[in-house]
């Protein structure tokens, strides 16, 4: 499984635009990225999924450069409610590999 | 909303006692995993199932055992517990392999937090 390594920690005010970056050097060409959200005592929900170049949903962008070694998440204009843990995981094809997370990267949103 | 449901949510128990935790499974997901997560760390991932056969473990001793019924809905007994097992227990629920639709997205419930004093 693919080794992710992202920051411990990031401080953001409200109405930013955040960006965490996830390093995966060792992606396989099978393995999807993935990024979860977890808000404390609660289990991680899902954000967002993508292969390859740029994906969108409703809460957020995900960028993968063309040779997949990291990605960014981008979260557009944040609030206080956006305060969570953010893990980026790294799988092969969807339900064939459990999932592993690492330690997430902490975002604190201030007013 | 998950539509995952796991019992209890708290509860207390002390060295050497065993414990059982109960997850149901989101309508249609055959797939169950379940992942220990201490104060401050990510969840670790214990085991999986698969219609009802384990389809994958971590690096956790065999006292953590699980089971998996016909409707999906799957257990994860704790024998001989210990201190270091203090944490919350995550269950989540997914489609599984093959499964038309299947993203690998995880559907996770609230957690049981389990106290072993």
């Known amino acids: 499984l693919a080794k992710t390594t992202q920051p411990i920690s990031m401080d953001s005010y409200e109405g930013q635009e955040v960006n965490i970056t996830c390093s995966h050097n060792n992606i396989a060409t099978n393995d999807y990225i993935t990024w979860y959200q977890q808000f404390p005592s609660q289990g991680p929900r899902f954000i967002i999924q993508g292969y390859k170049t740029k994906v969108t949903n409703e809460v957020a962008s995900l960028f993968i450069p063309a040779d997949r070694k990291s990605s960014t998440l981008s979260l557009p204009r944040v609030s206080l409610s956006d305060t969570a843990v953010y893990y980026c995981?790294?799988?092969?094809?969807?339900?064939?590999?459990?999932?592993?997370f690492g330690k997430g990267t902490r975002l604190s949103v201030i007013a | 909303e998950t539509g995952v449901t796991q019992s209890p949510t708290h509860l207390i128990k002390t060295r050497g006692q065993q414990v059982t935790l109960r997850c149901s499974s989101q309508s249609g997901h055959n797939t169950v995993s379940w992942y220990q997560q201490a104060l401050g760390q990510g969840p670790q991932f214990i085991f999986q199932y698969y219609r009802e056969e384990e389809n994958g473990r971590g690096n956790f001793p065999p006292r953590f055992s699980g089971l998996q019924f016909p409707n999906y809905s799957s257990e994860l007994n704790v024998n001989a517990l210990e201190l270091d097992d203090s944490a919350l227990y995550l269950c989540?629920?997914?489609?599984?392999?093959?499964?038309?639709?299947?993203?690998?997205?995880?559907?996770f419930g609230e957690g049981s937090r389990l106290t072993v004093l």
């Open positions: 995981l790294v799988g092969d094809t969807p339900g064939n590999t459990p999932l592993v």
């Open positions: 989540a629920s997914s489609l599984g392999p093959g499964q038309l639709l299947n993203t690998g997205e995880l559907f």
